[in-house]
């Protein structure tokens, strides 16, 4: 499908009343990393909005969570995988749940480039010492042996 069509075909209505989220859920869920982010650059060129931002205009709540969730893996995954894992840990109490998720499955993948973003997110901190800050016990030591 070429670039220009298949985005004015499945446009959703985004800057129109009454968005066509299944169009747009459509767009992101069947499409590579690789066409999406053409597609988004095309959005913005035919749009002049970036399209996290069209998203924050046109939806809210978990559909906009979800889709600018899928924006932001899309266009810089180690980012939004650092930013996830610092938001883990940030503040009072630690999501437990999301930082064994994210430590595990990132840990073969790209966690050493996530480890230099995480780094750039936390102003300086590593992702080892929010760990030692964060965790105890056993529970510490097995995650930080996945660093």
Same mark, same amino acid.
């Given at each position: 499908?070429? $670039?220009?069509?298949? @985005? *004015?075909?499945e446009y959703g209505g985004m800057g129109r009343v009454g968005t066509d989220h299944a169009?747009?859920n459509k767009i992101l869920v069947m499409r590579s990393p690789a066409h999406l982010n053409k597609v988004f650059d095309y959005y913005k060129t035919i ?7 069209? @998203? ?12 600018? +969730? @899928?924006?932001?893996?899309?266009? *810089?995954?180690?980012?939004?995988? +650092?930013?996830? $894992? ?36 936390? *102003? ?13 016990? *056993?529970?510490?030591? +097995?995650?930080? +042996? $996945?660093?």
């Open positions: 499908m070429e $670039l220009s069509s298949g @985005i *004015n075909a169009v747009f749009s002049n909005i970036d399209i996290l931002e069209s @998203i924050k205009l046109e939806m809210s709540g978990d559909t906009a969570a979800a889709f600018t +969730a @899928i924006v932001e893996v899309v266009q *810089n995954p180690v980012h939004y995988f +650092a930013d996830q $894992l610092f938001k883990s840990m940030k503040g009072l109490g630690t999501n437990d749940n999301k930082l064994i998720r994210l430590m595990v499955w990132r840990s073969e993948i790209d966690l050493v480039e996530i480890k230099e973003e995480f780094k750039i997110i936390s *102003n300086g901190e590593t992702l080892e010492s929010f760990i030692e800050g964060d965790c105890s016990g *056993n529970y510490k030591v +097995a995650l930080l +042996a $996945l660093c």
